[in-house]
């Protein structure tokens, strides 16, 4: 829109909106990066299933957005020296995106029925929630955002940005696979690329953007020898660690009817847990539940009976991704602080689901698998759990070429050009200096807005 020539690279693959058959299984081979299995490995092994297509994980997302909160940019301004990074100074970036995705609240009449039990399980214990604010203002609630959205109500950046680019005028293309970043006298002038048949691709080009996620890009600038200059590549990685808990109810739920996350308990923010909706089909719920037999036949059968909910934790645990044989490598350790909030977290969700009369609560924790009443919460409550005893998974990856002021201790600036090579910027989660508590799409192309701004600026 600024007159200036762009050029997408794209991985993956262009789907089409009669592609998304909200078949779980199916599309979660197609659409995520190794079907879904990258994972980080540590002290608990914990999936972290990425989009690999045109919108990234956005395309599979639940839709969830939130800004950037207070607490996050004064650690912004204190620890990194980000000045700049203030909430009026980003209002008018977020106000842009949420104009363009139609961020709004989510319905009443969507909510779902396990949205509908754990707000009344707030209302009896007095906590505070509220129905979640989504890009998806045409949701009908067919409950399979993780797996593309079949009517393309939510406005995820495939239906969105990258349409909106298309029309001004770039060009996209798909099935090609960023392979290196030439540089020419020390600056970024463009980058070659490899299609799935073999065909090579050069754009030459004026500045790059190296936009993989938190996973691959360290992986892109590392085989380039770029951004290891302060150590910090790679590094520093946050991943909001989550858990859900699964509860039956006499009450019929149908939790594939309405937002699979909805609705959000606000009332433990301050202290670093976040509860949202986390309802999943069938095929993955079974998966999940920890019964075997008879018992496990019986909770399929009876599945309009359960609810589900989840948890993620802001976390003060950090990781590292590595590039082995040309495959990312994760690593991370889940520390006692963070281990300590999802035990409490997961406390509070199992009392909720009690407050609203669930019969059972099963929990993803060994040791701990079907709750039963107070007496069981209690035992559960006092028990010490290590980090290998959770079942846990995470969404949100942080923070592995992250932007401040100093060379020393960052990978990219303030404006997301990389340290000591003009012309390349990081623009995604990598960049994004530390874990936000929250759900980051909007914090993601809140930073995208400003970093194209000023990109724009600086080349016109």
């Not at 995106?97 to 509908?116: F, K, S």
């Not at 797996?147 to 996209?172: H, I």
């Not at 939790?255 to 069938?282: K, M, N, Y």
């Amino acid at each position: 829109e600024a007159g200036l020539a762009v050029v997408m690279i794209e991985e993956g693959r262009y789907f089409e909106r009669h592609e998304f058959t909200g078949r779980p299984f199916a599309m979660q081979q197609q659409m995520y990066r190794a079907g879904g299995t990258t994972m980080s490995i540590g002290n608990v092994a914990i999936p972290i299933p990425i989009g690999v297509t045109v919108g990234g994980t956005t395309t599979v997302n639940s839709g969830t957005c939130y800004r950037i909160p207070e607490h996050v940019l004064a650690h912004w301004r204190d620890d990194f020296g980000l000045t700049e990074f203030t909430a009026d100074h980003l209002a008018p970036y977020y106000q842009r995106v949420e104009r363009v995705i139609g961020v709004a609240p989510t319905r009443p009449e969507i909510l779902g029925g396990c949205a509908r039990v754990v707000a009344r399980g707030c209302d009896a214990l007095g906590y505070r929630h509220a129905p979640l604010l989504r890009n998806a203002p045409d949701c009908d609630g067919q409950g399979v955002c993780c797996f593309g959205c079949p009517t393309d109500a939510k406005r995820s950046t495939n239906v969105s940005y990258v349409p909106l680019a298309l029309r001004a005028g770039a060009e996209l293309f798909t099935h090609a696979r960023a392979e290196r970043i030439i540089v020419e006298g020390g600056r970024a002038v463009g980058v070659t690329a490899r299609s799935a048949t073999g065909r090579t691709l050069t754009v030459r080009a004026r500045a790059v953007v190296v936009a993989c996620g938190s996973l691959m890009t360290p992986g892109l600038l590392e085989r380039n020898h770029l951004g290891g200059g302060s150590g910090q590549l790679g590094r520093n990685l946050s991943i909001h660690p989550a858990a859900g808990a699964i509860a039956e109810f006499d009450e019929v739920i149908a939790s594939w009817r309405g937002v699979p996350q909805s609705l959000a308990i606000e009332e433990f923010h301050d202290d670093g847990i976040l509860f949202e909706g986390a309802a999943t089909p069938l095929e993955f719920t079974a998966a999940l539940m920890p019964q075997l037999g008879r018992r496990l036949v019986d909770l399929c059968e009876r599945f309009d009976h359960i609810a589900s909910f989840g948890l993620m934790v802001s976390d003060t645990s950090r990781g590292r991704v590595r590039t082995v044989r040309g495959r990312p490598v994760v690593t991370y350790v889940l520390n006692q602080a963070d281990l300590a909030r999802m035990h409490r977290g997961l406390d509070i969700l199992a009392k909720v689901f009690f407050a609203a009369g669930a019969r059972t609560v099963m929990m993803p924790v060994h040791g701990f698998a079907e709750l039963r009443g107070e007496a069981d919460l209690a035992r559960f409550r006092a028990a010490t759990i290590a980090a290998s005893d959770l079942e846990l998974s995470a969404y949100h990856p942080l923070g592995t070429a992250r932007l401040g002021p100093d060379p020393a201790s960052s990978v990219v600036d303030p404006d997301h050009q990389v340290h000591g090579t003009p012309g390349l910027y990081v623009v995604d989660g990598a960049s994004v200096p530390s874990s936000l508590g929250v759900n980051p799409q909007l914090t993601i192309m809140a930073l995208a807005t400003r970093a194209a701004e000023r990109l724009a600026a600086r080349l016109a």
